[in-house]
């Protein structure tokens, strides 16, 4: 398998695991998935180049922190506040799993009952809008705008 189909597969099975890991450190959800994606475009670009990494998704965890960690210090007004530095544990195994933690934000009493399952479907289990939607007989726009406003309610909380 090449790189790019290698790191597809890592993404998917990855994903939710690494995005509640990433709301640990993240400000917000968004900032959580946007760290993820620019980890994955960068993994595109240099596994194509060096070849697939020992442990990928300890290197997409590392690039992700290391993306939210600079937008941190950007925003930061004083050096004190930004966080310790990171670095990835050698095994895949050593990565903390946040994923209880992720899905019991997904159950907070402020969301919808019915955009919870969905938007755990969303995160926790990688489906896509569309695919969640098609699950629950719902037009993809209307899912979609449901589960941006259940992110802003998990932002503001």
Same mark, same amino acid.
């Given at each position: 398998?090449?790189?790019?189909?290698?790191?597809?597969?890592?993404?998917?099975? *990855?994903?939710?695991?690494?995005?509640?890991?990433?709301?640990?450190? @993240?400000?917000?959800?968004?900032? *959580?998935?946007?760290?993820?994606?620019? *980890?994955?475009?960068?993994?595109?670009?240099?596994?194509?180049?060096?070849?697939?990494?020992?442990?990928?998704?300890? +290197?997409?965890?590392?690039?992700?922190?290391? %993306?939210?960690?600079?937008?941190?210090?950007?925003?930061?007004?004083?050096?004190?506040?930004?966080?310790?530095? +990171?670095? @990835?544990? /050698?095994?895949? /195994? /050593?990565?903390?799993?946040?994923?209880?933690?992720?899905?019991?934000?997904?159950?907070?009493?402020?969301?919808?009952?019915?955009?919870?399952?969905?938007?755990?479907?969303?995160?926790?289990?990688?489906?896509?809008?569309?695919?969640?939607? /098609?699950?629950?007989?719902?037009? *993809?726009? %209307?899912?979609?705008?449901?589960?941006?406003?259940?992110?802003?309610?998990?932002? @503001?909380?």
């Amino acid at each position: 398998m090449n790189s790019d189909g290698l790191l597809h597969q890592v993404l998917v099975q *990855a994903r939710p695991r690494l995005i509640a890991l990433l709301m640990r450190q @993240a400000a917000s959800l968004d900032d *959580a998935e946007d760290a993820l994606a620019a *980890a994955g475009e960068q993994a595109l670009a240099a596994w194509r180049k060096n070849g697939m990494p020992q442990s990928p998704e300890a +290197w997409l965890l590392t690039a992700a922190r290391r %993306r939210l960690i600079d937008g941190q210090r950007r925003t930061s007004l004083r050096m004190d506040d930004a966080p310790e530095p +990171w670095t @990835a544990p /050698e095994h895949p /195994e /050593e990565i903390p799993d946040e994923r209880l933690r992720l899905f019991l934000m997904c159950a907070d009493p402020k969301i919808d009952r019915a955009v919870q399952a969905p938007l755990m479907l969303n995160l926790l289990q990688g489906l896509t809008v569309e695919q969640a939607a /098609e699950a629950y007989l719902e037009p *993809a726009p %209307r899912l979609a705008q449901q589960i941006v406003r259940a992110k802003r309610l998990l932002r @503001a909380a």
